[in-house]
């Protein structure tokens, strides 16, 4: 089985270093999502291991066969790479039919005329688009254009394939379907997939790992239950999904919790705090916090504010002297003051020097 093997990948256009020594291991078949915000080096890495940009250093191997080494000087050309790519613009031929459009790789790949037709019409079936190969591509919605795209990736069998925002041109419903859709036929052929996304959502629902890229290096490396339960940093606990970091200081400190004293004067126990100073982030996501009648273990007095509704759930802004931060629950629940239970095994504690800088998003308010 062709592991792809990355090995200290740097990638640097002139003084902008947009890859740092990036290490990972694919195993054969394995569905990867590069995830991160814009211009973390998500694409830059991809384009490296199709070969459409040139490493700075490292090394990049699909089993035995090596795509590029700088201790050698070896870099293969994305045409002897077999992979299959996709982008975000489909660049299909405009001028050309879809069968055409599937044609032309193959082609290129001296593939003769019977085995062609064959490939393109498995291909065209693969991603249910059999009776469209005489068509144009204005013919066709963007959700059909993209499958062509995949279908016109996968007609030569690669050995990788390699996704840039497939499917960020389609409309909410469509790209939902799309991601279901996409999955089953990857699993199905068991190629190896590298998938690139800013959208968390995307990146839970499909992958079997997911790469948290930032500043052009890995933060986390893990399943998608364990990046969103088991976030490694702060940066990473902000960026999928939505959390709150309570500032606090660490008053005792055990090997399996703590106990923290909050802003507001009030002491929780929390989850084991790392080591180094006292002065922490409680990280816990707001529909993990309770609303209570009264007061109780792990609960603090706290004035519920604005609401807004997120469509499942409604969102509420709380606040006591120190402290501000957001909880859900799945009903409306009217202004005042309420006590907000923080489950001790909900709670991911981080030193405050690593603070993230926060993305408030905007919602209706109720
Ligand atoms: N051709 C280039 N020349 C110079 N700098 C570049 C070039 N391509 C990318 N960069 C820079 O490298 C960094 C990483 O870019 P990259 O396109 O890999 O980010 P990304 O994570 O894919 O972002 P996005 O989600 O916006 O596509 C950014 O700072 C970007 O400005």
């Given at each position: 089985m062709a592991d792809l093997v990355l090995e200290n990948l740097t990638i640097a256009y002139g003084n902008v270093t947009a890859v740092r020594d990036v290490s990972l291991t694919i195993p054969k078949g394995e569905f990867l999502t590069l995830l991160g915000p814009s211009g973390c080096g998500k694409s830059t890495t991809l384009f490296a291991i199709a070969g459409l940009n040139h490493?700075?250093?490292?090394?990049?191997?699909?089993?035995?066969?090596?795509?590029?080494?700088?201790?050698?000087?070896?870099?293969?050309?994305?045409?002897?790479?077999?992979?299959g790519l996709v982008f975000q613009s489909y660049a299909l031929w405009p001028h050309k039919t879809v069968a055409d459009n599937l044609a032309f790789p193959l082609e290129l790949r001296k593939v003769g005329r019977a085995e062609r037709d064959r490939a393109i019409a498995e291909a065209l079936d693969l991603v249910e688009m059999g009776a469209y190969a005489r068509r144009y591509p204005f013919e066709l919605?963007?959700?059909?254009?993209?499958?062509?795209?995949?279908?016109?990736?996968?007609?030569?069998?690669p050995s990788l394939l390699l996704l840039d925002e497939p499917l960020s041109n389609l409309d909410a419903k469509l790209r939902e379907r799309a991601r279901v859709w996409l999955r089953e036929l990857q699993e199905r052929l068991n190629v190896t997939t590298i998938y690139v996304t800013h959208d968390q959502a995307e990146a839970l629902a499909v992958s079997d790992r997911i790469?948290?890229?930032?500043?052009?290096?890995?933060?986390?490396?893990?399943?998608?239950?364990?990046?969103?339960?088991?976030?490694?940093?702060a940066f990473v606990a902000d960026f999928?999904?939505?959390?709150?970091?309570?500032?606090?200081?660490?008053?005792?400190?055990?090997?399996?919790?703590?106990r923290v004293r909050l802003?507001?004067?009030?002491?929780?126990?929390?989850?084991a705090a790392p080591g180094g100073p006292g002065e922490v982030l409680v990280a816990i996501r707001p529909e993990r916090i309770t609303l209570a009648d009264g007061p109780g273990e792990n609960t603090i007095p706290v004035t519920l504010g604005t609401g807004s509704y997120l469509g499942s759930v409604y969102q509420y802004e709380v606040s006591t002297p120190g402290l501000n931060f957001r909880i859900q629950t799945d009903r409306r629940v009217p202004q005042g003051?309420?006590?907000?239970?923080?489950?001790?095994?909900?709670t991911t504690l981080f030193l405050k020097s690593e603070a993230p800088v926060r993305n408030e998003e905007a919602a209706p308010v109720v």
């Open positions: 490493a700075t250093s490292g090394r990049i191997a699909l089993g035995e066969r090596v795509f590029f080494d700088d201790r050698t000087g070896r870099s293969e050309p994305p045409e002897r790479r077999n992979i919605s963007g959700g059909q254009q993209q499958r062509v795209a995949l279908a016109r990736a996968l007609v030569y069998r790469a948290v890229m930032h500043n052009g290096t890995i933060r986390q490396l893990g399943t998608p239950t364990e990046i969103y339960e088991q976030p490694s940093d999928i999904g939505s959390s709150n970091f309570l500032e606090g200081t660490v008053v005792e400190r055990g090997a399996s919790g703590s802003a507001n004067g009030a002491t929780i126990a929390t989850s003051d309420v006590f907000a239970r923080i489950p001790p095994e909900a």
